[in-house]
């Protein structure tokens, strides 16, 4: 089924909706995904790894049952006895107002972290299911609005929102003010580069870094204005078709300039998306390597080609990623760069890859609806910073970033001074960039001399 | 042909093969299915995350460290019953002859009495599990007819058991023959609801883990 040609999917009548979702699911369950939804037991504990389920220890936010009602259809429309279950009645019909009253637990209350999957004793990927639970939702007009206008528009523009001056200007305009060179549009390079909506918007000085890095490494880079946005909003409103066309435009573009690598900012769901995701999309291996920028740089590191200076940090936590520390495994090439400067690290209680999530990955940070309940989780990470008593929490993605910036900024108003004294408290360490505390202590031999 | 000569006779080889069957069909049903292909470049080898899935099928039968506090007293319930279900069928004496007799070969087994102190506690781990079910938000949220009627036929084996092995209530010949005609209604059941966890549970660990390895994540 193509993507919904309304402008506006909620408008579309109720059996239209389920039709949508239920064709959706049944064409895309697949072996893996109906042997996962075979293997639950019903044990309930991948509940005890949900941040949402930790934070108000509401059962509806387990994890495994954010798919139900597609359980219910793959055992009513596709599985082993799916006659005899439509015979007997044993397994109603979805409806509408189940799939709406889903909404809220398959987009507002999973950031896709995958920290279910770590907890499972049949080892089942839950996130795996969440994900193909959204492509249904997102046919039957059930995306949220905010996710769904931002895919559309990216889809089309290449950015996830108008702008007075497209990206590629406000890139230019970041060169100027951070006084350094951004590479636009050239050919035969060996690194393709992409930037974070949420960095040209929020955090500039991060886009300088990466160039001021990439210039200090004496790479050939570019970014590329057809190419430039790495988040991909199609995925987070699930739909395969539009992160598909949306991929396609870095594809075609890393292709167009020759890149051996694409280099994906910090920016985890980004990097999950094209290093896992494209190649399926796209329909065979792509003629390039993606890469996180940390990994990348590890290896720079690694190779003698990048050299660091000590970082003036009276102390540190780190924010894991999700996408990076629990499901790519790039745990260790943060930590290694903040070795190299020197960063007293002080680890958090669940970090690498058993780290609790921001809250805000998956699109989550972008939902209106999801604020409250956002803001009620991340206090679970934030009392984890508390402990740590580190000055600055590090961190290798711009929507932990701007997740734990927004949380601050909400507390810091919150009607409740018990409450606000509280996240205060826990919330004092600041949210900075990795790549930026980097791109300020590049070390060259002149420097070290 | 008496109660008992149904239940292991003809009562047995039908249900025997309804279990035969619907496994069968249950596991075709979904592995006839489409299977994505990668096309992702792998971050491991193929012998790194194949040797790491087969390693999670027995790293998963105890959670991560970080996990221990909030679900190991639930695992661990688990486990037990499962454990005393094992011992049950595999070393209790009249249970080793009717194996021998399929397999041709016996092996030691337990005496009755430490058998039966087993079943007991077993039964009373069963309770527990029931009551867990029951009065946790969450799983008993999750749980449906199949969680309820798979409890009740296993325990209804366990409770025939017993009763037959210690004489309680009517003729032998008919306390076996109940027995027997539970688990023939276990088996009957088998395929149709979670039962069928005990051929899902090591290629579930292990084809989880390895998808997962083969992106260089923990599993």
Redesign the interface.
């Known amino acids: 089924m193509s993507p919904p040609d309304s402008p506006d999917p909620q408008a579309r009548p109720a059996a239209a909706r389920v039709a949508g979702a239920m064709e959706s699911f049944s064409r895309d ?4 995904s ?3 939804l ?2 639950c ?5 991948c ?3 949900c941040h949402y ?1 930790i934070a108000t ?1 509401d ?2 936010y ?1 994890p ?2 954010k798919v139900e009602p597609f359980k219910q259809a793959y055992k009513r429309e ?4 799916a006659p005899l279950f439509r015979l007997l009645g ?1 397994k109603r019909a979805v409806t509408a107002e189940q799939l709406t009253q889903w909404q809220h637990l398959l987009f507002d209350s999973c950031n896709l972290c ?1 920290r279910c ?9 839950v996130t795996a299911l969440i994900a193909q639970a959204r492509h249904a939702m997102f046919d039957a007009g059930l995306a949220p609005p905010e996710l769904y206008a931002k895919a559309a528009h990216q889809r089309l523009t290449g950015q996830p929102e108008a702008s007075v001056e497209p990206y590629r200007d406000q890139l230019k305009a970041i060169g100027a003010r951070f006084d350094v060179a951004i590479r636009l549009d050239e050919t035969d390079v060996e690194v393709m580069l992409c930037v974070p909506r949420t960095d040209i918007v929020q955090y500039p000085a991060a886009v300088a870094a990466l160039a001021r890095v990439m210039a200090f490494l004496k790479v050939s880079y570019t970014f590329r204005s057809d190419g430039l946005v790495a988040e991909n909003y199609g995925h987070h409103a699930g739909s395969p078709e539009w992160q598909r066309d949306i991929s396609l435009r870095l594809i075609d573009q890393a292709i167009a300039c020759g890149a051996k690598t694409l280099l994906i900012p910090e920016c985890g769901h980004a990097y999950s998306v094209l ?6 999309l ?5 003629p390039f ?1 993606v890469m996180a920028v940390t990994e990348y740089l590890a290896k720079e590191l690694q190779a003698g080609r990048l050299k660091l200076g000590t970082a003036a940090l009276e102390s540190a936590t780190f924010q894991d990623p999700c996408q990076l520390s ?5 745990q260790h090439a943060p930590r290694t760069l903040m070795h190299a400067m020197g960063v007293n690290l002080k680890e958090m209680q ?1 970090h690498g ?2 780290s609790f999530c921001c809250g805000g990955g998956g699109g989550v940070v972008d939902i209106e609806s999801a604020a409250p309940l956002r803001y009620r989780t991340v206090e679970t990470k934030l009392r984890e910073i508390a402990a740590t008593g580190a000055a600055t929490v590090l961190t290798s993605c711009c929507d932990c970033r701007r997740t734990f910036d927004d949380a601050n900024r909400h507390f810091a108003d919150h009607e409740s001074a018990t409450v606000r004294n509280a996240v205060r408290a826990a919330g004092t360490a600041e949210a900075a960039s990795l790549l930026e505390l980097i791109a300020q202590h590049l070390r060259s031999d002149e420097t070290a001399a | 042909m008496g109660l008992l000569g149904l239940a292991r006779g003809p009562a047995l080889k039908v249900s025997v093969g309804i279990f035969c069957a619907g496994v069968v ?2 596991i ?14 792998p ?1 491991t080898s193929v012998t790194r995350y194949v040797a790491d899935g087969l390693a ?1 099928i027995g790293s ?2 105890w ?2 460290p ?2 221990v506090k ?2 190991g007293a ?2 661990a319930l ?1 486990y037990s019953y499962h454990l005393g279900l094992f011992i049950i069928i595999l070393l209790y004496g009249p249970h080793i002859a009717l194996l021998g007799s399929l397999f041709g070969f016996t092996w030691p087994g337990l005496p009755s009495s430490l058998i039966t102190g087993i079943a007991a506690v077993t039964l009373t781990l069963f309770l527990g599990v029931l009551y867990r079910r029951v009065t ?10 199949d ?1 309820y009627f798979t409890w009740f036929i296993t325990a209804s084996v366990l409770v025939t058991g017993l009763t037959a092995s210690a004489h309680l209530g009517a003729r032998y010949e008919t306390l076996l023959a109940i027995h027997i005609l539970s688990v023939d209604a276990l088996l009957v059941w088998f395929p ?1 609801g ?1 039962l ?2 005990a051929f ?2 090591f ?7 390895a ?2 390895s083969r ?5």
């Open positions: 369950i697949g072996a893996m109906a042997f996962r075979e293997s037991i019903h044990c309930g504990m509940a005890d790894s389920y220890e059962p509806q387990t495994i049952w596709a599985g082993a006895f044993l995958g999957s770590l907890i499972c004793p049949m080892g089942i990927d290093r896992w995701e494209a190649a399926d796209y329909g065979a291996p792509l390597e629990r499901k790519a495994g790039l669940d890859a058993f | 069909w249950r075709a049903a979904f592995a006839g299915l489409a299977v994505r292909r990668e096309f992702s470049r971050r999670a998963r039968s959670p991560h970080q996990f909030r679900t639930g695992e688990g946790s938000p969450v799983i008993r949220m999750l749980s449906n007819f969680d149709f979670k069928m966890h899902y549970i290629p579930s660990r292990a084809i989880n883990s998808i997962l992106k260089g994540a923990p599993s």
